[in-house]
């Protein structure tokens, strides 16, 4: 659910070539503080998401105005979170734009690397879950409650396919474009979005789905329905993926028109 500002590795990527987002910034910050920013980050983004869901639940019993403070809270937590971590690590806080960078990145020296990946996902993970435990501390609930929000019916799934597949074409699309800069706001505001247009509420994020199913609250998901949302959070990045190669074609210069 995030990424950061434009950075000069990105800028030297050649205008034909992949243009992976978030990027990484040289110097590039120790991958031990790039993991701790991932993790943190994954683990106040849960944070906000289950707490004001908690919150909003316990002062109205109207689901719309539940789900507009939810969603607010979301937006402006995100949006702070992205400006304050996007520096050090990218603030991915999502397995999805994690391999999604990797994978548009693997044949050039920008974005992350395997190893680097295979560091950022556990701790979005283990930053999920412990997010999720500390919003349930804070109101006085059971640390880990299994969810019993069942969420597997099909029109949900669909759902984030296409909040995903959003997503990933709004960050790679504002890396493609050199406006990276806008992401705090842009992700923020799309996420927001989301929340209202598809029918899933837009989770679009792995590690949060997995740590949404440890508290038994209105932003939760029963464990039984994760593993479908997970896979459809991985197909919206195949569709999102294609989408920014068609959609954001690099044009062709002068020097490339044919002879007269």
């Known amino acids: 659910m995030a990424a950061t500002h434009e950075t ?15 990027g990484a ?16 980050g ?7 998401v289950v707490g004001s869901g908690i919150q909003a639940t ?14 607010l809270a979301t937006v402006f937590g995100l949006g702070v979170l992205i400006t304050l971590l ?10 999805a734009v994690t391999l999604a960078e990797w994978w548009t990145a693997r044949r050039s020296d920008a974005g992350v690397t395997l ?14 879950i412990a997010g999720a435990i500390l919003a349930d501390a804070m109101f006085g609930r059971p640390l880990v409650k299994w969810s019993t929000h069942d969420r597997s019916a099909g029109h949900l799934l669909l759902g984030e ?8 074409l709004l960050i790679f699309g504002l890396a493609r474009t050199d406006r990276l800069r806008f992401a705090p706001v842009a992700v923020a505001s799309y996420i ?41 959070q991985l197909v919206g990045v195949v569709v999102g993926l294609p989408l920014v190669a068609l959609i954001f074609m690099p044009g062709r210069t002068a020097g490339d028109q044919p002879a007269a």
């Not at 994954?42 to 906000?48: G, K, N, Q």
């Open 25 to 40: 910034t040289p110097p590039r910050a120790p991958l031990i503080a790039r993991a701790a920013a991932e993790l943190v």
């Open 115 to 128: 190893r680097e990946a295979a560091v950022y996902v556990p701790a979005q993970i283990i930053g999920a």
């Open 86 to 95: 996007g520096p050090v690590s990218g603030a991915h806080f999502n397995p």
């Open 42 to 48: 994954t683990a106040a983004l849960v944070a906000v």
């Open 161 to 168: 396919v296409v909040a995903t597949a959003g997503l990933i």
């Open 58 to 71: 316990e002062l109205t019993n109207d689901v719309g105005l539940q789900l507009l403070a939810n969603s």
């Open 192 to 232: 927001g979005a989301a929340y209202w247009f598809t029918s899933s509420t837009s989770f679009a994020n792995p590690a949060v789905t997995i740590g949404r199913a440890f508290t038994d609250s209105f932003a939760g998901i029963a464990p039984g329905s994760v593993a479908g949302f997970i896979g459809m």
């Open 8 to 22: 000069a590795a990105e800028s030297a990527i050649s205008a034909t070539g992949p243009r992976p987002a978030p």
